[in-house]
């Protein structure tokens, strides 16, 4: 059956007649999915590039806005995947700073030290995606398998592998259980074996310094004029990162190093990515040294739930739970803009609120959109068999591209 | 006669345990199930134990068609034209809540269930789910396959089995379920 | 990256006061409120003259029971003062045009085609208005308040039930 394409290149219409229109995704292995590159080819050099999202949009600020502020936090798991906690804290600081809530101290250190175990596996994700593309599997099974540590580990601390849905206003879900911290300490030794192990494969590796150094070229003007940020924009040379220019949480603390690039090729952005995860390592061993005891919600009768043995003996605190649960937290009515470093780049939560339980207006600013915006200066003058390592070192998230 | 019925038996059971030992899937990978996925094909939980590790990133050459993901409205036709363009035997698996009922969103924008447009053998529920369901599911389709009917010798061209899209799916009707023609 | 004092809206004001309607401080950051038509050369004057170069984020607002019916909102980085922006454009029903930031900034590109898909506000000069979220064949725009979360436009025909 004959079936109508959703969108229509404008490169079928006006390419040169000696060159060809090569159609790439969105259904292909390399580009995640969901983006479709239509790409007009002299011989193998791509002359022009037409890049097509939109294939997962799955309605998020509609649904944000018929949803109250703690049925938003899954939908919100869902944007960038890879790393889910980091768009939940976001979003949370941003209702939060409209509540005038202030977060206790430990869960300041604790939600620190989940973003940046968070940033560890998808930066692993992002280069294991790019370098299994490339053709390296091994590299990629071993990310693979500190990944999936990784996974399980956080499952035991918030039920889930992959989507948490653990942060909630005014704090976390739960506290941290038993053994918890002994076995991050045993995960992040044998992430450093592996990462050892990966360096080992790639850096000097004349194959993949072939592919990657001095593909995809960028200046710093050029990346700021298509919006790039994050390991993109650092890869460049520029040291913009808000876990340092405007620190939020318990980053002010915490003593670690921005990596730059220099040339801002793919090898740049796979190298800036590596040396992250390395800091990253060493942020949340300072975090285990931070953490403090305390509560981990904070006691706010606006948005935290009453005790369980309350609920059960005392109608008031009933009420009290059934109303949050039910109708939802009420935000006094206003509007802010919070961004976080997240692992792609500034990942930025506008919210306005009128006054009651469902947002006005959640709208993200995800950094891989605006990515996708600016690729296809990347891919042009490049040769065809460049999009896919281009792409990869991306880290295009459908979720977040789309939304 | 006896013998034939016996030998097309012993047949069948041999087609379908070479076909359930060698699946070749084609991952149409869209969203956060995706990252399940390339967890299930990695070494700690690993596809290559049923034979179902190499994936076709071609449908004329793959049979499993791994739906992963959030099918949007944009996305439906490419996912039945990459439906379309598989031979026959083929399977389909919805993998994930997104793609067997369109998970939690129900907006404008998401395919509430991949069998509104295409017919599904397998649904894997979890969002995403854990290796071990998609496992399972590998397993209980392996089962099917095994027990199925194999039409493939010139003697049973004339009896043979209805392709993929014509087999009896059971689709649970639901009062928004009218076809876009008709609306 | 060397400290510079942060920058007040009456800086801004002082400076670009003309291309402004009004300013104020929410949450921290700076809010420039202002007509469409002064929109280009604002912008460009904070680059120029503040070194706002990285162009985050622009979106819009829909406020049915009031006229102008939407809010375009924009949100600036500047590198020297390290410090965001947000601008707000009121955008009318009847004519919702605004000019378009495209010669400026590359990024905004994809970011106004998302704007007209989901609200229907045009941008006057960016000549590639094609659906980018949506596709060929959406008939409306999902993020205004009227248009019903569960409309969906499907492109395939379904499968008739058994």
């Known amino acids: 059956m004959d079936v109508a394409p959703p969108l229509v290149s404008r490169l079928d219409?006006?390419?040169d007649a000696g060159n060809v229109v090569v159609n790439i995704g969105p259904s292909h292995p390399a580009t995640h999915g969901t983006i479709q590159i239509v790409a007009e080819l002299d011989g193998e050099t791509v002359k022009r590039a037409d890049v097509h999202c939109g294939y997962l949009h799955r309605g998020f600020e509609k649904e944000a806005e018929h949803h109250t502020y703690h049925k938003v936090i899954p939908y919100v798991d869902r944007l960038n995947y890879c790393s889910a906690l980091n768009n939940g804290?976001?979003?949370?600081?941003?209702?939060?700073?409209?509540?005038g809530i202030e977060i206790t101290r430990r869960c300041t250190v604790l939600r620190t030290l989940l973003c940046e175990y968070n940033r560890i596996a998808d930066h692993m994700t992002c280069v294991a995606a790019s370098i299994m593309e490339m053709g390296a599997m091994t590299a990629f099974l071993y990310l693979m398998t500190v990944r999936d540590y990784i996974f399980e580990h956080l499952n035991h601390l918030t039920g889930a592998r992959l989507t948490y849905s653990y942060v909630r206003i005014g704090g976390l879900a739960?506290?941290?259980?038993?053994?918890?911290?002994?076995?991050?300490?045993e995960i992040l030794v044998f992430a450093e074996e592996y990462l050892e192990r990966i360096h080992g494969l790639l850096d000097r590796n004349r194959i993949f310094i072939d592919r990657t150094r001095d593909v995809a070229v960028m200046t710093a003007e050029h990346a700021l004029n298509w919006g790039f940020t994050g390991p993109t924009l650092r890869s460049t040379g520029l040291a913009i990162d808000l876990r340092k220019d405007s620190p939020y949480l318990a980053y002010p603390e915490l003593d670690f190093e921005v990596p730059v690039g220099i040339n801002g090729d793919n090898y740049d952005r796979y190298y800036v990515r590596m040396c992250e995860i390395d800091e990253s390592i060493a942020m949340v061993r300072q975090c285990v040294g931070l953490l403090s005891d305390g509560p981990v919600s904070v006691d706010d009768p606006r948005v935290t739930l009453p005790a369980k043995d309350l609920v059960y003996t005392q109608i008031e605190a009933l009420v009290h739970h059934f109303k949050l649960v039910s109708a939802g937290i009420v935000v006094p009515p206003g509007e802010i803009y919070v961004s976080h470093e997240a692992p792609n780049g500034e990942l930025g939560f506008y919210l306005i609120s009128d006054g009651t339980s469902h947002p006005y207006k959640l709208h993200v600013r995800s950094p891989s959109f605006v990515h996708m915006g600016g690729m296809h200066t990347l891919l042009e003058g490049y040769q065809v068999a460049d999009v896919v390592p281009t792409f990869g070192s991306m880290n295009m998230i459908g979720g977040e591209c789309d939304r | 006669m006896a013998v034939m019925d016996y030998m097309t038996t012993k047949k069948d059971e041999l087609v379908g345990w070479i076909r359930k030992f060698s699946l070749f899937p084609y991952p149409f990978v869209t969203a956060c199930c995706g990252m399940e996925f390339m967890a299930v094909s990695s070494t700690l939980y690993d596809t290559d134990r049923f034979g179902a590790a190499l994936p076709r990133f071609t449908p004329r050459q793959a049979d499993l068609l791994m739906v992963v993901g959030t099918i949007s409205h944009k996305e439906a036709?490419?996912?039945?034209?990459v439906y379309?363009?598989?031979?026959?035997?083929?399977?389909?698996?919805?993998f994930g809540a997104c793609a067997t009922s369109g998970g939690f969103y129900r907006n404008y924008g998401v395919l509430q269930g991949i069998d509104r447009v295409i017919p599904v053998d397998i649904y894997v529920p979890g969002c995403p789910p854990r290796p071990e369901t998609v496992i399972d599911a590998i397993m209980m389709l392996q089962e099917r396959i095994a027990g199925d009917h194999h039409p493939i010798l010139p003697?049973?061209?004339?009896?043979?089995?209805?392709?993929?899209?014509?087999?009896?799916?059971?689709?649970?009707?639901?009062?928004?379920?009218v076809p876009p023609s008709q609306t | 990256m060397t400290a510079?004092?942060?920058?007040?809206?009456?800086?801004i004001e002082h400076e670009l006061g003309r291309l402004i309607e009004r300013s104020w401080q929410s949450f921290g950051m700076t809010v420039?409120?202002?007509s469409a038509e002064h929109l280009v050369p604002l912008v460009t004057g904070l680059r120029d003259k503040f070194d706002f170069v990285l162009f985050l984020d622009v979106t819009a607002v829909d406020y049915p029971e009031r006229s102008p019916r939407f809010d375009a909102v924009y949100h600036f980085y500047s590198r020297r003062h390290n410090q965001r922006i947000r601008l707000k454009v009121r955008v009318p029903a009847e004519q919702p045009v605004v000019p378009t930031l495209a010669g400026h900034y590359g990024s905004a590109r994809y970011m106004e085609r998302e704007v007209h898909d989901m609200y229907g506000i045009e941008f006057a000069g960016n000549e590639d208005m094609r659906p980018i979220l949506l596709y060929e064949g959406f008939v409306g725009h999902p993020l205004r308040k009227d248009y019903p979360i569960e409309r969906e436009q499907p492109v395939v025909a379904y499968r008739s039930p058994g």
Request: charge should be negative; hydrophobic fraction near 40%; glycine fraction near 2%.
């Open chain 1, 89 to 99: 804290f976001a979003y949370a600081e941003a209702v939060e700073k409209l509540l």
């Open chain 2, 77 to 81: 036709p490419i996912l039945k034209k």
């Open chain 1, 13 to 15: 219409r006006n390419a």
């Open chain 2, 155 to 177: 003697a049973e061209q004339r009896e043979r089995e209805p392709s993929h899209e014509n087999k009896v799916f059971p689709i649970f009707p639901a009062a928004d379920r």
């Open chain 2, 84 to 94: 379309d363009q598989m031979c026959e035997p083929k399977w389909v698996m919805a």
């Open chain 1, 174 to 185: 739960r506290d941290l259980p038993e053994g918890w911290l002994a076995r991050l300490e």
């Open chain 3, 4 to 11: 510079t004092a942060p920058l007040s809206h009456e800086a």
């Open chain 3, 32 to 34: 420039l409120e202002l």
